[in-house]
């Protein structure tokens, strides 16, 4: 069974930096994404950044520039650095994880098939 385990998160002014993590596990095959997504409350969930098994990054426009997502395939973890915070990056911020390569729409989530816990990101201004 696929678990994922998200941490990281918290409060910082505008300008800031913070750092997530996803520790994915139970996977029996190595080709599958990982993702973060965000989500504030009365809004859609939305794709944020997404990184293959072999390091190919796909970002949202919004984010681009200001966030960078690694990956460690030997431990099925990844990292998403976000720099430059605004206030407007506030929200739940949640792993997710999908077979095989990131697709065309994922920043509706297409592909996802697990989810991990959120972890809130707060900006203040």
């Known amino acids: 069974q696929v678990q994922l385990v998200g941490s990281g998160g918290g409060s910082v002014q505008a300008g800031g930096s913070l750092r997530l993590s996803c520790a994915a596990s139970?996977?029996?095959?190595?080709?599958?994404?990982m993702a973060w997504f965000r989500q504030v409350p009365g809004k859609e969930r939305e794709g944020v950044a997404s990184?293959?098994?072999?390091?190919?990054?796909y970002y949202a426009d919004s984010v681009k520039g200001r966030f960078t997502a690694s990956r460690d395939s030997a431990k099925n973890t990844m990292t998403l650095q976000l720099n430059s915070l605004k206030p407007e990056d506030t929200a739940m911020y949640y792993c997710?994880?999908?077979?095989?390569?990131?697709?065309?729409?994922?920043?509706?989530?297409w592909g996802i098939g697990y989810w991990a816990q959120g972890t809130q990101v707060t900006v203040s201004s």
């Open positions: 997710a994880a999908g077979s095989g390569r990131t697709g065309r729409d994922w920043v509706s989530g």
């Open positions: 990184i293959d098994s072999d390091g190919t990054t």
């Open positions: 139970g996977y029996t095959y190595s080709t599958y994404f």
